[in-house]
């Protein structure tokens, strides 16, 4: 800048050239200065995230809620419940948590949570009511959600939430999977990878080849280099625009006949193309046996409604 | 910047200040700062206008802050302090903005982080709130704002029509005419342009002598 410096302490006339001369006490005045400037701006900010972070967590959830129905193509008059799965603080036991918790979302929502806690070797070691406010308690570590959707009280798929690491940092997916434990649809919803390479990972055409598979097709489902053949990427790139049920009758041979093919790498980006795939079959088997384990349980909660 | 209306006995009207932000000292045109987030943001005219909104509401903010403030900043370290304000700002945005207004935040939520470092900002807190009342710096940093507003509108519509061929996403020609515009570089060629037609302006208004304001440097 041209504009002349402002104040700055320094006597009238002095030679710029000369080290400017701090007066007694100066240093701490700046300190003072800048630490009360620091100390108001953090309680601004404080204020303003106390206001302002249950709206941004509940269009988040909105957000996650959206991508749920869109995956399993879910029409009006279903219902999802939501699942959360933690380990516990001493690693020992895998506890579920159905309903409650995101009390910030509705009413409803805020009743109390039931709580089903298993021992790592399959044996139920407790279950009750759980208050809403201790959901995400502390030392409890994650281990992703469960969307299960229900129609008219059958079951009409899940969405679990997985997470891989990918080349940089953790890839978070939701898997979605249809009533006969086939992959509905896969769809990455954080991740870090880099623009152009891995972050293609997160396109319609690379999530669009896993669905379709089967239980089988996933244990076995590996990772390729090959190119992909032209007529199967022409019909994953126009699966996004297209409507879904049209897309499966124009191309659902085409999907059938590659339910058994590796998965076909991004090129230049093995890795994350790798760790997703990897990711969405260790999601998918984790899943199959926690699921038998609490299925039971849970139709006996919701039985009792 | 030596013949501006700067440092006046009197400060400028509410009206001057205005007109000297759009016109007379308009950020990208004439002073060209911040001509980096620009160029970026300027593909289309609704990038822009969201970019010009979010500064415009920083630029206002924090000079009214420093204008309040400043008797508590020392002079030494008043840089480090108004980076602090503008960064409080911006983060306060950033937030109401994810919290009330998810669907404009995932557009713009990119962007508004970055204001942070745009130099049209802290220009303004350095050569007018930190030494004007608060008043005349409300006006200036209202102009100002509007100034790099009307300014990305500019740009983006120019660039949105000769590149995409459209304006505020409806298609105004069957094929993209001159797609270089929508590229970083025809950014550049596209304020350049314009600058070229405000000095143009001002010449004409001057009675044919040189503008005595032109651009000072190209910060970030």
């Known amino acids: 800048m041209s504009a002349p410096a402002t104040g700055g302490g320094g006597v009238p006339g002095a030679a710029v050239s000369k080290a400017p001369t701090w007066a007694p006490g100066e240093t701490w005045r700046i300190v003072l200065s800048m630490t009360l400037i620091c100390a108001a701006g953090a309680a601004i900010l404080g204020g303003v995230y106390l206001g302002t972070e249950r709206y941004a967590e509940a269009s988040r959830q909105r957000n996650e809620r959206a991508a749920v129905e869109d995956l399993l193509s879910l029409g009006p008059g279903a219902t999802v419940a939501e699942i959360r799965q933690y380990l516990s603080p001493a690693r020992d036991a895998v506890i579920y948590r159905a309903g409650g918790g995101d009390a910030a979302a509705s009413a409803e929502a805020a009743a109390a949570a039931r709580e089903f806690v298993f021992a790592l070797d399959g044996t139920l070691l407790?279950?009750?009511?759980?208050?809403?406010?201790?959901?995400?308690?502390?030392?409890?570590?994650?281990?992703?959600?469960?969307?299960?959707?229900?129609?008219?009280?059958?079951?009409?798929?899940?969405?679990?939430?997985?997470?891989?690491r990918g080349y940089k940092n953790r890839i978070r997916f939701f898997v979605a999977?249809?009533?006969?434990?086939?992959?509905?649809?896969?769809?990455?919803?954080?991740?870090?990878?880099?623009?152009?390479?891995?972050?293609?990972?997160?396109?319609?055409?690379?999530?669009?080849?896993?669905?379709?598979?089967?239980?089988?097709?996933?244990?076995?489902?590996?990772?390729?280099?090959?190119?992909?053949?032209?007529?199967?990427?022409?019909?994953?790139?126009?699966?996004?625009?297209?409507?879904?049920?049209?897309?499966a009758e124009q191309f659902g041979s085409l999907q059938s006949r590659e339910a058994g093919h590796p998965i076909y790498a991004v090129t230049g980006a093995t890795i994350s193309s790798r760790a997703l795939t990897d990711g969405v079959r260790a999601t998918i088997l984790h899943f199959r046996r926690r699921w038998a384990l609490l299925e039971p349980y849970l139709h006996d909660a919701a039985g009792g409604e | 910047?030596?013949?501006?209306?700067?440092?006046?006995?009197?400060?400028?009207?509410?009206?001057?200040?205005?007109?000297?932000?759009?016109?007379?000292?308009?950020?990208?045109?004439?002073?060209?700062?911040?001509?980096?987030?620009?160029?970026?943001?300027?593909?289309?005219?609704?990038?822009?206008?969201?970019?010009?909104?979010?500064?415009?509401?920083?630029?206002?903010?924090?000079?009214?802050?420093?204008?309040?403030?400043?008797?508590?900043?020392?002079?030494?370290?008043?840089?480090?302090?108004?980076?602090?304000?503008?960064?409080?700002?911006?983060?306060?945005?950033?937030?109401?903005?994810?919290?009330?207004?998810?669907?404009?935040?995932?557009?713009?939520?990119?962007?508004?982080?970055?204001?942070?470092?745009?130099?049209?900002?802290?220009?303004?807190?350095?050569?007018?709130?930190?030494?004007?009342?608060?008043?005349?710096?409300?006006?200036?940093?209202?102009?100002?704002?509007?100034?790099?507003?009307?300014?990305?509108?500019?740009?983006?519509a120019f660039r949105e029509l000769l590149g995409s061929g459209a304006i505020l996403g409806h298609a105004v020609t069957a094929e993209k005419p001159l797609l270089f515009f929508a590229l970083p570089a025809g950014g550049f060629f596209t304020i350049g342009i314009l600058m070229a037609l405000f000095n143009a302006i001002e010449r004409w208004k001057c009675g044919g002598k040189a503008p005595a304001a032109t651009g000072g440097g190209a910060h970030g």
């Open chain 1, 177 to 247: 999977l249809d009533g006969d434990w086939r992959i509905a649809g896969v769809r990455v919803v954080e991740h870090e990878e880099d623009p152009g390479l891995g972050a293609e990972v997160a396109t319609d055409w690379f999530q669009g080849q896993y669905a379709g598979r089967g239980m089988e097709d996933v244990v076995s489902m590996d990772v390729t280099k090959d190119p992909m053949p032209e007529d199967w990427r022409g019909a994953l790139r126009r699966r996004g625009a297209a409507d879904g049920r049209e897309w």
């Open chain 2, 1 to 156: 910047m030596s013949q501006t209306i700067l440092l006046p006995e009197r400060p400028p009207s509410a009206i001057a200040l205005l007109l000297n932000g759009i016109f007379g000292e308009n950020p990208v045109f004439r002073l060209a700062l911040s001509l980096c987030p620009a160029v970026a943001v300027t593909t289309t005219v609704a990038n822009g206008l969201m970019l010009g909104v979010a500064v415009l509401l920083v630029q206002v903010l924090s000079s009214v802050t420093v204008a309040l403030v400043r008797r508590g900043i020392h002079p030494r370290v008043r840089i480090p302090a108004y980076t602090i304000i503008i960064a409080v700002w911006v983060s306060a945005i950033d937030m109401t903005l994810a919290g009330y207004f998810p669907v404009i935040y995932a557009q713009v939520g990119l962007y508004v982080k970055l204001i942070v470092a745009f130099a049209i900002i802290i220009s303004r807190l350095e050569v007018f709130a930190s030494r004007m009342p608060l008043i005349p710096t409300f006006w200036d940093g209202l102009g100002m704002g509007l100034g790099f507003l009307f300014a990305l509108i500019v740009i983006g």
């Open chain 1, 126 to 164: 407790r279950s009750g009511d759980v208050a809403p406010a201790a959901a995400d308690a502390k030392g409890l570590l994650p281990l992703g959600r469960i969307f299960a959707a229900t129609r008219a009280g059958a079951p009409a798929g899940f969405v679990v939430e997985g997470e891989a």
